[in-house]
């Protein structure tokens, strides 16, 4: 649900349930983060600008951390801003093979007590982090989030402030409230349920683009009574150091969750080659993710339990327009979905299908708006369909198009019309301010539905515009 606009944030349905049901022992009340507006003269603004005052030209020194202890190793690295190279944001270094190894014994050795202290006690951890990134660390995570990884602050209130915070209470809260769900006592039988964590380590990996994910992929399993070995993704080490400290900040012990930025092949063979492997929890590329799957499979003599891979990876977020649909939601969702932080979101809309009776006025507005948006930041693999596109018999850009980085990594909201409705544009995940559309004629819609089902072996997401029930 990350990287909803703002409007729509609300609780699921069964967050809704949580609430209503009276619980004996859990009771805990949680409510959505408020989206704070940062209108000019408040509060959250002046405190903003303050951080982000603070960060100009600043370069944090990011150690990796086991237990307590900060590392360096010899492979420094530095996080640059996206739209302004020249400022380092962070120096890191890279975890080897060595250091991975002694913090995966330190987190097997922590392992049993983390394991079996309450998970009202680990709920509060949550809690406690929930609060500072609400109230004194929101600015200072805002700013980096928006510094580090190219955000604005409507971007970055909605993923690093709101729904990091929403995380951490309301899975604290359904941890606690799990324990509350037991088996029935039959005659003379008492039956107990009792959740633990699992018998290893976890490796979370977590993404660039949103600070939320990495506390999610990292923090549940340590709700949950595992421990923890966190590889932050190199372009959002500042902001995901922010979280770590924030955790630690709120009474999480040493060792139960390890900050380890590192290579991504390095840490991948290191986490798989251990025998305490227990799960892999991740988000970023299909090609990673299989990776560290047929490693597994590979390595599964070696284990001592079976490893749960949970993974979050490609995309294809379509728009299906149909003959009844509401023309200005189409506009609006659509310029909204497909350009907002540069299309870098699981929601990003890179497709659309649309009846030729509605294409002349939904790409009049388009355009309309195109003509207003700012060009942000955010390339190489951008620039590649760009280019196809400009020489391409059966692709004509019908807006933008154009690419520059100089300074920073800036690639212009681009909307492009195909007539051929299986050209790689409308199939492989591009992951930039990149739409494609394939205009079909208004009565085929059965078979256009069809066709978006088997174009793409991704979707995630995707919307149906339709008055039509
Ligand atoms: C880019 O970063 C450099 C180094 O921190 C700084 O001197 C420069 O003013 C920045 N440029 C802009 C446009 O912010
Ligand atoms: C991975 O993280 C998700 C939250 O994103 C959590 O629900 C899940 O239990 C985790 N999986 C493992 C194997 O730790
Ligand atoms: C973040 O990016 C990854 C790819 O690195 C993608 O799998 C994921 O869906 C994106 N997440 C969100 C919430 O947009």
């Not at 915070?165 to 039988?189: C, M, T, W, Y």
Request: glycine share 8%.
């Amino acid at each position: 649900d990350l990287g909803r606009p703002s409007a729509s944030r609300s609780p699921t349905a069964s967050q809704k349930r949580g609430s209503e049901n009276t619980f004996p022992c859990a009771a805990v009340e949680v409510k959505n983060e408020p989206v704070l507006g940062f209108t000019p003269g408040s509060a959250e603004r002046n405190e903003l600008q303050k951080a982000l005052d603070g960060l100009k030209g600043k370069t944090e020194e990011i150690p990796c951390v086991v237990g307590d202890e900060h590392v360096w190793t010899e492979d420094v690295r530095y996080q640059l801003s996206p739209f302004n190279h020249s400022h380092k944001v962070a120096k890191f270094c890279y975890a080897d093979e060595a250091l991975i190894n002694r913090a995966i014994m330190a987190s097997v050795a922590a392992r049993k007590e983390w394991d079996l202290t309450p998970v009202q006690d680990r709920a509060q951890v949550l809690f406690k982090a929930a609060d500072l990134l609400s109230g004194p660390k929101r600015a200072e995570v805002l700013a980096k989030t928006m510094i580090g990884q190219g955000k604005t602050v409507v971007q970055a209130e909605i993923d690093a402030a709101a729904e990091l915070i929403d995380f951490f209470r309301f899975n604290a809260k359904h941890a606690v409230e799990l324990e509350d769900q037991q088996p029935l006592d039959a005659d003379g039988s008492t039956n107990t349920m009792l959740y633990r964590g699992l018998e290893g380590f976890v490796a979370a990996v977590s993404p660039f683009n949103f600070t939320a994910i990495g506390g999610n992929l990292a923090g549940t399993p340590a709700l949950m009574g595992n421990v923890v070995l966190w590889k932050p993704s190199d372009a959002a080490v500042s902001a995901s150091y922010v979280v770590y400290r924030a955790l630690r900040a709120s009474g999480l012990p040493p060792n139960v969750i390890q900050f380890l930025p590192a290579d991504g092949p390095v840490f991948g063979d290191a986490v798989t080659a251990s025998e305490h492997l227990a799960g892999v929890n991740f988000t970023g590329s299909f090609p990673t993710f299989k990776r560290l799957w047929k490693q597994v499979a590979q390595n599964v003599d070696s284990y001592r339990t079976f490893p749960r891979l949970a993974g979050e990876c490609g995309g294809k977020n379509f728009h299906f327009v149909h003959k009844s649909a509401h023309v200005e939601s189409v506009v609006k969702g659509t310029v909204r979905s497909a350009f907002e932080y540069g299309g870098q979101k699981c929601s990003a809309c890179s497709r659309m299908y649309v009846p030729d009776s509605l294409w002349p006025l939904i790409r009049d507005q388009l355009l309309d708006i195109h003509r207003q948006l700012k060009v942000g930041d955010s390339f190489a693999r951008i620039k590649k369909w760009l280019d196809r596109a400009k020489t391409s018999s059966t692709l004509k850009v019908v807006a933008g198009g154009n690419y520059d980085d100089s300074k920073g990594y800036f690639v212009e909201p681009t909307i492009i019309e195909t007539t051929d409705p299986r050209d790689a544009i409308m199939s492989e995940e591009i992951f930039g301010p990149v739409l494609a559309v394939y205009v079909y004629p208004e009565n085929d819609y059965k078979e256009v539905l069809q066709l978006i089902d088997s174009t793409s072996p991704f979707a995630l997401t995707g919307a149906v515009f339709a008055l039509d029930k």
